[in-house]
Nanobody, 125 residues
């Protein structure tokens, strides 16, 4: 089992920044690709970013590329999502998820093995 706990959400004005963290416990953190998804009210959960176990490979949704940065610290069992130039449409609950494979299919929520409970990000206009 892998337990994931997100933090760092909150209310921010458009154009501002936030950094989300996801602390993992349980199995060897570096063995897992880590992923961020988000879900806005009334919408399906969508992929945001993924990073391989080593941190050397990553990918982003087109809607956040150039504004968000995913990173990880395997010594701290933590993955981060730095969010800059936030827009009102970024408002959502952000979820951290783990999968033991780094793959192009990590964009699909159904492929994830473990989930956190989420942290709310609200961007005001």
């Amino acid at each position: 089992q892998v337990q994931l706990v997100e933090s760092g959400g909150g209310l921010v004005q458009a154009g501002g920044s936030l950094r989300l963290s996801c602390a993992a416990s349980g199995r060897t953190f570096a063995n897992y690709a880590m992923n961020w998804f988000r879900q806005a009210p009334g919408k399906e959960r969508e992929f945001v970013a993924t990073i391989s176990g080593s941190g050397g490979n990553f990918n982003y949704a087109s809607s956040v590329r150039g504004r968000f940065t995913i990173s990880r610290d395997n010594a701290k069992n933590t993955v981060y999502l730095q969010m800059n130039s936030l827009k009102p449409e970024d408002t959502a609950v952000y979820y951290c998820a783990a999968r033991h494979v780094y793959s192009g299919s990590n964009t699909y929520p159904g492929r994830m093995e473990y989930w956190g409970k989420g942290t709310l990000v609200t961007v005001s206009s």
